[in-house]
């Protein structure tokens, strides 16, 4: 580039050394014409500065009249100095192409015909002027379609290449993403702030639904309530993030809205036929839609007004773990196949992302639950009691156990010994709620865990079991069904974990010597 | 004849080489809104749109003490007298050695801080594109991204993160 410089320079000098030692310099009869295109130049610079879309016209037009004055300040009978509007032409044609070239010719064309009707000029001199200013216009408008045909075509695929690089710079990004995470809702926000707007594939919300079953439902979802809310938070994402991992980690405040509703959406695989959702799921194809009905996506979702969407189903293993809705409702940029391509690609790795991370989810479920009550095991039991004490965190401890719960196996089977311990378990988890924990301890014995609630708050729950307990029927034994519960508080009762057990089910064996169906709770003295 | 070529020659460096006006002030006085978060100079753009033709962190380039200098931006245009160059090239130069690491297209160049003045109503269509490519071809433009081109060529990804 910088060789390709000089040499243009020393090849002007060289051309205006010759035409020195042929002319001389005139600078009382041109000077005019140098500050005339002194003047001409900053007029065209001001309005390259300030309206960039009139620059070239003005360059051409400007050109042109530099050419006419110079002709008629020179007063040139040179039959060569119409030449000159070959400045012109040339800017004309390699700044606005064919018309561009066609125009200045016409032009010029016109200021020799208006030269030869006011001023003189021989007929012979008039047509070759124009003949020889044609052919030179022929060779340049040629020399213009080729070079403009190249350069948008190098054009077009430059621009291709550059969006496949930016997708796979973006997938790479997002499968090592992925890969470190650890629970659902992270890979979520992974996931989605990959496609939607501010860093990823720009898509204005997208959502994502997962097939349980024979079912579909509401996972996640990512999008702003507004068109200006839409382009604020882009605006922050860039603002103040870098990359991928601190937008991930970001609190923006999404449309909190949309998120609640899609949590809530649960569609059966049997009903709705016309839901794209569905159709999708069951298709395994995806899909583009334009001007679509927002009233085919069930009463929820009808109100968020899809009508330019894509759907795309997340395959695994020929099985189709979820799907991605996804739509431009407030740039209103069409999404084209090329984006749906996109898509499709990063709907695979998210499909794997997602089946990894659930089965990791269902193995971990399974590792400490226990399989006959459904309760948390004795593992997990352990692990909570240690994590509330590491972390200081006052809770208080119930042991439970089911009154003469060996006579019911003795008398009925062990069938119905296994229905009491499931009756329980399911009593336990609806009165304890969002309070605490249940655990299934061992044989009969169950334990609940309830996090920063007072010793009175554990007895009202005791008793609720207790109320609860004797409701139950069993399919053959007319007994009826009764707890013990011994109640002890960490850190006031004791300050280790086997303490405080041992403290709690002392007080469940005087619970159990007081004649069953008790509760015992009273502090140690 | 020697003056007129010197006059022409004169006209041509006047419309492309020499930037005379400077537009900051003007363009931030009269399109930019009075409680703008950004001047021009300082509005960031998407980086992720950044093309790198080498691999980021690079081993090489990366650990070379004068990074910074051996970088060079270059403005291309497509056709020699468009009033706005279509790319923007990072070179790395280091002795004869001399390779472009990375380039940005200005048909995907964007400035999210207009894209959020555009969805606030606060600039036209019109004004929304003038200010994206004045920011383009802007000096500071040059600045952010050879810094930017940098710090992915000499960050280890672990770090990134």
Redesign the interface.
């Known amino acids: 580039m910088k060789h390709n410089k000089i040499l243009f320079y020393v090849y ?1 000098l060289i ?2 050394f010759l ?2 030692q ?6 009382k ?3 005019v ?2 500050i ?3 003047v ?3 007029l ?3 309005v ?3 309206n ?1 879309t009139l ?2 016209f003005s ?1 051409v037009f ?2 042109f009249l ?1 050419v006419l004055f ?1 002709l008629v300040v ?1 007063e040139t009978s040179s039959p060569l100095g119409y030449l ?1 509007f070959l ?1 012109p032409l040339t ?1 004309a044609t ?2 606005q192409g064919i018309y561009g070239g066609l125009l200045v010719y016409g032009l010029s064309v016109l200021a020799l015909y208006f030269r030869a009707a006011y001023f003189g000029l021989t007929l012979n001199h008039l047509v070759s002027s124009i003949l020889v200013l044609g052919l030179a216009s022929v060779g340049l408008l040629y020399y213009a379609t080729l ?2 045909q190249m ?1 948008e075509n190098n ?1 077009d695929w ?2 291709k ?3 496949k ?2 997708e796979m ?2 997938l790479k990004e997002v499968t090592s993403s992925m890969q470190s995470a650890l629970d659902i809702s992270k890979l979520n926000k992974i996931v989605l702030t990959a496609i939607t707007a ?3 594939l720009g898509f204005n919300r997208a959502l994502v639904f997962l097939v349980d079953g024979d079912e579909v439902y509401g996972e996640y979802a990512i999008g702003p309530s507004s ?2 809310e ?3 938070i ?2 922050n ?3 103040r993030q ?2 991928l ?1 601190e937008v991930i980690d970001s609190d923006d405040d999404f449309d909190e809205t949309l998120l609640d509703m899609v949590k809530k959406i649960r569609l059966s695989l049997e009903m709705d036929h016309h839901n794209p959702i569905i159709t999708c799921v069951k298709d395994k194809t995806p899909r583009l839609i334009h001007r679509g009905d927002p009233e085919q996506f069930g009463p929820q979702l009808s109100r968020f007004n899809f009508e330019n969407y894509a759907v795309v189903p997340m395959i695994s293993r020929d099985r189709v773990v979820g799907v991605f809705l996804v739509d431009n409702r ?1 740039n209103e940029k069409p999404i084209k196949d090329e984006d749906l391509d996109t898509l499709i690609t990063f709907s695979g790795q998210s499909a794997l992302a997602f089946e990894n991370i659930l089965l990791m989810e269902r193995v971990k479920s399974l590792a400490i639950t226990d399989e006959l009550t459904t309760l948390y095991n004795h593992r997990y039991y352990k692990e909570s009691i240690g994590h509330y004490m590491k972390e200081d965190i006052p809770f208080t401890l119930m042991v439970i156990d089911v009154d003469d719960f060996k006579q019911f196996n003795e008398n009925y089977g062990h069938a119905i010994g296994d229905q009491v311990l499931q009756k329980v378990g399911h009593t336990l988890k609806k009165a304890v709620g969002d309070l605490g924990s249940p655990f299934r301890y061992g044989g009969d014995e169950f334990t609940i865990i309830l996090p920063r609630e007072s010793r009175e708050t554990a007895v009202i729950v005791a008793k609720t079991i207790q109320e609860e307990i004797l409701n139950i029927t069993l399919d053959t034994a007319t007994t009826p069904l009764t707890l013990s519960i011994g109640v002890a508080q960490f850190p006031t009762d004791a300050k280790c974990e086997k303490e405080l057990f041992i403290l709690a089910d002392q007080k469940l064996k005087f619970a159990k010597e007081s004649g069953k169906n008790t509760v015992r709770w009273e502090v140690p003295s | 004849m020697m003056i007129t070529g010197l006059s022409f020659l004169l006209f041509l460096l006047a419309i492309y080489k020499v930037p005379l006006f400077k537009r900051d002030g003007a363009i931030e006085r009269n399109m930019m809104p009075e409680n703008a978060e950004f001047t021009i100079a300082s509005m960031p753009f998407r980086v992720e749109r950044i093309v790198y033709y080498v691999p980021v962190p690079h081993h090489t380039y990366g650990k070379d003490p004068h990074l910074i200098d051996n970088l060079t931006v270059e403005y291309v245009k497509k056709k020699a007298f468009d009033s706005h160059p279509f790319a923007i090239q990072v070179y790395y130069q280091n002795g004869q050695e001399r390779k472009m690491v990375a380039e940005v297209l200005s048909h995907r160049f964007d400035v999210p801080y207009l894209d959020t003045l555009y969805g606030e109503n606060l600039l036209s269509k019109k004004e929304y594109e003038y200010l994206r490519l004045y920011k383009y071809n802007h000096p500071s433009t040059k600045d952010l991204f050879k810094n930017e081109v940098a710090k992915k060529l000499s960050t280890p990804i672990y770090q990134m993160k």
């Open positions: 002007i051309l205006l035409i020195y042929i002319e001389g310099i005139h600078l009869q041109e000077g014409i140098l005339f295109s002194a001409l130049g900053l065209i610079n001001y390259k500065s300030y960039p620059h070239k360059v400007g050109s530099l110079a020179l000159l400045f800017l390699l700044g070079h403009h350069i054009e430059l621009e290449l550059h969006v690089i930016n710079t973006l501010g860093y990823g068109r200006a839409a382009y604020r882009w605006g994402v860039v603002t870098s990359n991992h407030y």
